[in-house]
């Protein structure tokens, strides 16, 4: 199992930045594909990206590519989500995933760990 805790996440107003990390435990962190998610209220839990174990292969939802850049450092055990020029609709509960399965899913149920969430909200 590979536990996974959020991080990063806050109140900033629109056309800012963040940076979003995941740590994982565990030594088999390099192998596992990671994804990020988010959710917002009333809404269901949507796509934003995957990055496979080596970080050579990302994949991005229609609606994130440009603005968001997902990476990660096997060395920290981290994978991380940049995200810039944020908007309102952006506010979301940010999660990551993980799966063992060297596949960029692209839908929740591809992935068998997930953290707790990280609250990004954006003031317009």
């Known amino acids: 199992q590979e536990p996974l805790v959020e991080s990063g996440g806050g109140l900033v107003q629109a056309g800012g930045s963040l940076r979003l990390s995941c740590a994982a435990s565990g030594r088999t962190f390099g192998t596992y594909t990671m994804g990020w998610f988010r959710q917002a209220p009333g809404k269901e839990r949507e796509f934003v990206a995957a990055i496979g174990e080596g970080g050579g292969k990302t994949e991005y939802g229609d609606s994130m590519k440009g603005r968001f850049t997902i990476s990660r450092d096997n060395a920290k055990n981290t994978v991380y989500l940049q995200v810039t020029n944020l908007k309102p609709e952006d506010t979301a509960v940010y999660y990551c995933?993980?799966?063992?399965?060297?596949?960029?899913?692209?839908?929740?149920?591809?992935?068998?760990?997930w953290g707790q969430g990280t609250q990004v909200t954006v003031s317009s």
């Open positions: 995933a993980a799966t063992a399965l060297n596949y960029l899913w692209d839908y929740a149920g591809g992935y068998d760990y």
